[in-house]
Structure formats: structure tokens, C-alpha cells
């Protein structure tokens, strides 16, 4: 199978933010960056279904600046076979006109399947490949939590709020993946030193109109510091009383 | 005046509780804008249409109701493009939906149909005029956005229980909407799997029950639903090293990779609190923590935590809850 995905690059997960001087984006400095994690489920999800299938085409998309690159050279480190950079100079807040620059991109690629991230850690929207499936016609599965091909049909798990829905579809096709599908394995040494032989092309996006801006961006208020109110089953009745009487839940 | 159209989400013959929440943010939105009407959408099974009345009682003026066998199911193309259809021909200012599995799903694809700009997962619409600002958590909740929205009409999906539902009585109309069918290839769903009956859904639970590793063993899980038991109606959550193991099903992890949260107690049994837990629950009124490490991270943020083996305290504190509850 010819399988895109398109990958994002966001900040750890695990860092401490700090809001930059502008007011309107996070302070970059000392942050360490990678492929996003939906996404890098989504590019080990590619790497089976190829596997499995006994071959195919591995493509990795990112629209960003040049420092995008390094999340495409570590996905082609695990094993995809070629890479597209989209140069902008940021990433706009748009994920509609993201999904027109990869939509463009995408549309006479001639891929069977285009896997993406249920959502990005940093937007947190989900919205670009859904959207994408939309611009391209073709049908999109959304937040699989389960996925395989079969003589050319997918095959999906989706969790609903307390159910879950199988789904078959034709492809080509657009998925984007929840947990539970792939963790994406680290690059072997060897991986690491045929990236960077593979080929990376680099072009000019087409974002078009911007309708969604950042306006601002500010820290969450702190919780108050935690307490330990005792030790063991003594400590029971006490939680029980301070359940009552002063978080008023019973 | 601008009218604002609204996905009025039913699963079955039932209207879900963030069909009620995304009716009163487009009312409210509506009133800011200058009073225009609220239109929502309700698309099911024939006798969907009963519900209509139960909408109106939270602000919209007219219910548009789509019946087909189509919607027995998740016909999530169709329903797309019946909405999106819609709200071409109304000149609508916004489309507003939840930000549930159905309205995350069919967010981004009405939004693509109508070239609009869309907001997902907003908890705070906080203003409108030429263009509409919104407040979005981002970064698995550790930085609130402001987004602003130019053009029109805009899609924005509320995040589950962000906008509590406000009774605001109306009598509303009440219209047919045909259903239009999709164009090209779609998806077929083969079957559905119900989860655990009895038990509220983690996105609408006020109380939640949370297990950890920390259990040890999957067979101790139910001490977890015992404590659920006692609370009345409690959800049951996971973290990911729990989910991983297979002693809880995927659909029950919380965090940044699982469901987010906000309940008004969260009870962390044998949790490390992980920072991608953490993501997904921090938000929640008040947390509870039991952790025989008192070094553990989740006491950082336990308002309440107890130091101890979770196999005994968990046992009595559901004798303790089920006393201190047994006028209910
Ligand atoms: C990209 C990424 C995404 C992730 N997403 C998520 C996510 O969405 N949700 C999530 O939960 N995790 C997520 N994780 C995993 C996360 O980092 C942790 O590994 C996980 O949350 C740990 O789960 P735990 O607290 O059950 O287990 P542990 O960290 O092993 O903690 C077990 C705790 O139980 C305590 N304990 C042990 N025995 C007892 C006893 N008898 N009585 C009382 N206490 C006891 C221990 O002191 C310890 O604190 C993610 C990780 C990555 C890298
Ligand atoms: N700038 C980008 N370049 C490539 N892929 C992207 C980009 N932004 C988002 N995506 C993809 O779209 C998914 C959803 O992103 P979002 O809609 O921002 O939550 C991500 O997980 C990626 O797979």
C-alpha cells in the first residue's frame, strides 16, 4: 500500500510551559521537541500495515518551518521511505487552512490510506484530517483505537462514550488514530544512519486565507498544594468527614 | 440578528446531555448577537421527533427534525452534509456542536463543507461581533488558548460540561429537515458494542473512581467498582499502565492520551499521577489520593490524600461511604 501520514511537531509533553513575552504563544526556549504522539502512533500504524501487507510506500508530511524536519528525518529513522516538507514560517491556528496546504499536497499522490493524529498535543482541535478527508472525498474514519486492511478494505475500532463501534470502509482512505492501535518504536542505529539518505523534499505551502488567530495564551490557575490528611485505614473516617463536610460530594 | 444553528446529539431514541449544554451556548451566543434564533438540528430514528419539546425547554426556538433508519446508526456523512446543507441555505452566524465522539467527528467535516473557520473544544465563548473569540485549553489542558474566529458563519464544538445546561423556556416550532444523503464512498458500520450498563459515562460522571497499577492485580479492580458502588453513581477510570495490562478496557483510560475530565470528586486508587495522567484529571473539583508512597506525584495535587496499602484502606472507605450514605 502508498500510505501518507501527515506528522506534526510538538513540544514534550512532560515540559513545564512558560508563556512567552508576547502573550499570545509558549515560551519555546528549553523545550524539547519530537513527532507528536497520536502522530507517531500513526507513523508505526503505517510501518505494520506495510509490514503485514509484505510491502509498500511509506510517506511522512509535515507543514512547518525548517525545524520540522528533524520530526521527519526521525520518522524516516524508523523506517519510512521519503519525506515532504511544507515550509511556512509558523504554523497558523487554522487547522482548516493546514488541511487545505496538506490537501493539496496529498490530492494526486495516489495513496491508498493518509493516517494522521486523533489530534495534536499542542492545538488539542483534531480537526486537520478530518478535514483533509473532506477535501480530498474520500471517507474518513476518525479516533481509531483499532485498525487493519484487508484485501483492500479497512477495518476500524472507535470508542464512543461508553460503547464502541466497529466500522468497515473502501479505501482510499483517511484514519486518524487514538490510543490503543500502535507505540511507535524507537529508531535503530542503523535506521537512524539510512535517514538520512532517504529523500526529503521541501516546498512551499499553500495555506491560503488564516481565519483562526492566537490571541492569547496563559497558564491555568495552580491547584492548591496538595495535603496528606493520614496514614492507613485509621485515616478513613477523617476523609469521610472532610467528603461531608467540607468538599459537600456525600 | 443572526441565527445560530445547533446539533442537538441523540444516541437511540435519547438526547445526550451535551445536546442540552451546546442548546444553551447557542442561546446565550444568540441573546450576545442580538437576539437571533436558535435553530437545532435533531436527527434519528423515526420518533425522534418527540424530543423536540425537551430542546425548546433550554432555548431553541425551532427544532428541525431529521428522521431516517440511516440514523439508527452513526451516519456520520449524512449527517454532516444534512447539517452542513442546512446551514448554507440560513445564512447562520455559527454552527454550534459538542465536543462528544459524534461532534468531534463531525466538527472538522462540516467545517470543511462550509470553508468556515472552527474552534474545537471550547469552554468559554467570550465574545462576538464582526469576529467571535472563544477560550480553548491546548496543551493537553496545561495552556488555555484564545482563539479568535473571522468570517462567518464559524463551527465551534463545547467541550462536555463546560457550558451547564440552563433551562430558558421556550416553546419551540417544529420543522421537518430531510435528511441528504451522502455523496461517494462512506463508511459502513458492522456493529455496535454496548459497554457496561449500570454505569454513568467518564464525560458525564460527577464522581469517578480511578485505579492504578498500584492494585496490583486486574481481579482487584472491583474493590475499585465496590467504592463506585457505594458512591451511587459513579464512572470507573484507569491510568494507561492499567488500560496497557488489559485489566480495564482503552475506552476507560484518562489523560492526555485517554478521555480528560472534570468531575467533582476524583478518587486516585493506587495512582502514581503521572504528568500524562495528571493532563487528563487535574481539573477535577476535588481529588482524592490513595498511594502507599508518600512521595507519590498525586499527592502534589490531592486535596485530600492518605498514605497506605490500597487493599485495605479502599475496602473501608466503601464500608465508610456506604454508612455515611445509607439514608440514600
Ligand atoms: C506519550 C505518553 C502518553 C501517555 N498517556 C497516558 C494517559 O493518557 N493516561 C495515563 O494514565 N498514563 C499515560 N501515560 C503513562 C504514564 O506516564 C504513566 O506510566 C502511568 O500513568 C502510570 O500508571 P500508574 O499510576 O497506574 O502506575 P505506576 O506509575 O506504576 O504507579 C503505581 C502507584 O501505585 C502505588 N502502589 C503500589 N502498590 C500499592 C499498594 N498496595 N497500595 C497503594 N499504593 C500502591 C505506587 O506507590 C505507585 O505510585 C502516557 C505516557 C506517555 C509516554
Ligand atoms: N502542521 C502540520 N503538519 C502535518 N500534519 C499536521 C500538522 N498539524 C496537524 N497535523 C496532523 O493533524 C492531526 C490533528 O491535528 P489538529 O487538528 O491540530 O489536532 C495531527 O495529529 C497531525 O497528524
Request: proline fraction near 4%; glycine fraction near 10%; include cysteine.
Amino acid at each position: 500500500m502508498k500510505i501518507a501520514v501527515c506528522i506534526k511537531r510538538t513540544p514534550d509533553s512532560e515540559s513545564r510551559f512558560k508563556i512567552a513575552a508576547s502573550g499570545a504563544a509558549i515560551d519555546e526556549a528549553g523545550l524539547k521537541f519530537d513527532i507528536d504522539d497520536f502522530a507517531s502512533y500513526a507513523v508505526e500504524a503505517a510501518l505494520q500495515l506495510n509490514e503485514k501487507a509484505g510491502g509498500g510506500e511509506s510517506v511522512v508530511i509535515a507543514l512547518g518551518p525548517d525545524n520540522v524536519q528533524e520530526a521527519l528525518r526521525k520518522a524516516m529513522s524508523m523506517g519510512v521511505d521519503r519525506a515532504v516538507h511544507l515550509k511556512v514560517d509558523a504554523v497558523p491556528a487554522d487547522g482548516i487552512a493546514v488541511a487545505k496546504a496538506l490537501a493539496a499536497e496529498l490530492k494526486d499522490g495516489g495513496y491508498d490510506l493518509v493516517l494522521f493524529g486523533k489530534h495534536a498535543f499542542d492545538s488539542s482541535a483534531g480537526v486537520v484530517g478530518t478535514a483533509v478527508a473532506e477535501l480530498l472525498g474520500v471517507p474518513c474514519v476518525t479516533a481509531a483505537s483499532q485498525l487493519s486492511v484487508d484485501g483492500g478494505k479497512g477495518i476500524a475500532r472507535r470508542e464512543l462514550e461508553g460503547a464502541a463501534e466497529m466500522v468497515s470502509f473502501p479505501l482510499p482512505a483517511v484514519v486518524t488514530i487514538d490510543e490503543g492501535v500502535a507505540r511507535p518504536r524507537y529508531p535503530s542505529l542503523k535506521g537512524i544512519m539510512a535517514a538520512k539518505k532517504k529523500p526529503l523534499e521541501s516546498k512551499p505551502a499553500q495555506l491560503g486565507a488564516i481565519r483562526v488567530t492566537l490571541q492569547k495564551a496563559e497558564l491555568p490557575p495552580e491547584r492548591p498544594a496538595g495535603r496528606i490528611i493520614g496514614e492507613g485505614v485509621a485515616a478513613v473516617p477523617e476523609l469521610v468527614r472532610l467528603l461531608q463536610t467540607e468538599a459537600k460530594v456525600i | 440578528m443572526a441565527n445560530i444553528l445547533v446539533f442537538a446529539e441523540s444516541r437511540g431514541s435519547d438526547l445526550r446531555k451535551v445536546a442540552f449544554e451546546a442548546v444553551t451556548a447557542a442561546r446565550a451566543l444568540a441573546d450576545a448577537t442580538g437576539g437571533g434564533e436558535v435553530h437545532a438540528v435533531l436527527a434519528g430514528p423515526a420518533g425522534i421527533g418527540a424530543r423536540a419539546g425537551d430542546l425548546g425547554k433550554f432555548g431553541a426556538d425551532a427544532v428541525l427534525v431529521a428522521e431516517s433508519s440511516d440514523f439508527e446508526k452513526f451516519a456520520r456523512e449524512s449527517l454532516a452534509a444534512t447539517i452542513a446543507e442546512k446551514a448554507k441555505s440560513g445564512g447562520y452566524r455559527a454552527v454550534i456542536l459538542g465536543f462528544s465522539a459524534q461532534g468531534r467527528d463531525l466538527g472538522p467535516r462540516i467545517a470543511a463543507r462550509l470553508d468556515a473557520p472552527i474552534a474545537s473544544d471550547v469552554t468559554e465563548i467570550v465574545s462576538s461581533g464582526d469576529t467571535i473569540t472563544v477560550k480553548h485549553p491546548g496543551y493537553a489542558n496545561k495552556v488555555m488558548l484564545t482563539l479568535v474566529l473571522s468570517g462567518s458563519p464559524v463551527v465551534i464544538s463545547v467541550r462536555p460540561s463546560a457550558f451547564t445546561a440552563k433551562e430558558n423556556a421556550k416553546t419551540a416550532r417544529s420543522e421537518t429537515l430531510a435528511p441528504v444523503a451522502a455523496s461517494g464512498a462512506t463508511i459502513t458500520v458492522t456493529s455496535v458494542e454496548e459497554g457496561a450498563r449500570g454505569r454513568p459515562d467518564l464525560g458525564d460522571a460527577s464522581i469517578i473512581i480511578s485505579g492504578g497499577r498500584g492494585l496490583k492485580a486486574a481481579e482487584n479492580f472491583k474493590l475499585v467498582e465496590e467504592l463506585a458502588d457505594a458512591f451511587g453513581h459513579a464512572a470507573v477510570g484507569a491510568t494507561r499502565a492499567v488500560t496497557d495490562d488489559g485489566w480495564r478496557p482503552h475506552s476507560d483510560q484518562i489523560g492526555q492520551t485517554g478521555r480528560q475530565v472534570s468531575p467533582q470528586l476524583y478518587v486516585a486508587v493506587g495512582i502514581s499521577g503521572a504528568i500524562q495522567h495528571l493532563a487528563g484529571m487535574r481539573t477535577s473539583k476535588t481529588i482524592v489520593a490513595i498511594n502507599k508512597d508518600k512521595e507519590a506525584p498525586i499527592f502534589k495535587i490531592a486535596d485530600y490524600g492518605i498514605v497506605g496499602d490500597v487493599l485495605d484502606v479502599v475496602p473501608a472507605l466503601t464500608a465508610a461511604i456506604k454508612e455515611a450514605r445509607k439514608d440514600h
